[in-house]
T-cell receptor, first 114, second 112 residues
Framework: SAVISQKPSRDICQRGTSLTIQCQVDSQVTMMFWYRQQPGQSLTLIATANQGSEATYESGFVIDKFPISRPNLTFSTLTVSNMSPEDSSIYLC???????????FGQGTRLTVV | GDSVTQMEGPVTLSEEAFLTINCTYTATGYPSLFWYVQYPGEGLQLLLKATKADDKGSNKGFEATYRKETTSFHLEKGSVQVSDSAVYFCALSSGNTGKLIFGQGTTLQVKP
């Protein structure tokens, strides 16, 4: 298993600003992901955070809007840039320790953009 | 591409009623299947899983059987409690990427 600490847990931000979300895992993991959960919706994968290289983004998500860093096997950040009210969502960090097994999730960051 | 379809909610039941939440999937290859639960104001927790056909996952009185012939993974519980009120997500993982594809989620409300 893996224990994930994500912060902040929630924030209210002004439009046009940026927020960086941190994800810390208690053990080294190969696979780390960032998901978005819009209000009342399911989870959508934003990107795979690759250690030491650029993240791999899913269709509809771009690096300029959601820059991701992953300097080592236990830590990653997601930045939501130039925010608008449409970015109001829960952002979740997730890790998978072995392909085909379950993913573990952080508690999420509840972001409200005003 | 791969996808997961869940029955729409919300589902409202009385305490001790029988629960079924339907989940079907489309995938190439042989995916692993999961049910996650999200309690109000909390993150996602794994409820149960199955990694191959005919496997039955179970936890906290919930069960789901991996049915390859019907591409289904329906969630069942014989007697629900108020504390089971939450959003339930069916998900699959296929290939070697570790990515999860989620269904749309089903909200369950159990009334005393």
């Amino acid at each position: 298993s893996a224990v994930i600490s994500q912060k902040p847990s929630r924030d209210i931000c002004q439009r046009g600003t940026s927020l960086t979300i941190q994800c810390q895992v208690d053990s080294q993991v190969t696979m780390m992901f960032w998901y978005r959960q819009q209000p009342g919706q399911s989870l959508t994968l934003i990107a795979t955070a690759n250690q030491g290289s650029e993240a791999t983004y899913e269709s509809g998500f771009v690096i300029d809007k959601f820059p991701i860093s992953r300097p080592n096997l236990t830590f990653s950040t997601l930045t939501v840039s130039n925010m608008s009210p449409e970015d109001s969502s829960i952002y979740l960090c997730s890790v998978v320790t072995k392909v085909g097994t379950e993913a573990f999730f952080g508690q999420g960051t509840r972001l409200t953009v005003v | 591409g791969d996808s997961v379809t869940q029955m729409e909610g919300p589902v409202t039941l009385s305490e001790e009623a029988f629960l079924t939440i339907n989940c079907t999937y489309t995938a190439t290859g042989y995916p692993s299947l999961f049910w996650y639960v999200q309690y109000p104001g909390e993150g996602l927790q794994l409820l149960l899983k199955a990694t191959k056909a005919d496997d039955k996952g179970s936890n906290k009185g919930f069960e789901a059987t991996y049915r390859k012939e019907t591409t289904s993974f329906h969630l069942e519980k014989g007697s629900v409690q108020v504390s089971d009120s939450a959003v339930y997500f069916c998900a699959l993982s296929s290939g070697n990427t570790g990515k999860l594809i989620f269904g749309q989620g089903t909200t369950l409300q159990v009334k005393p």
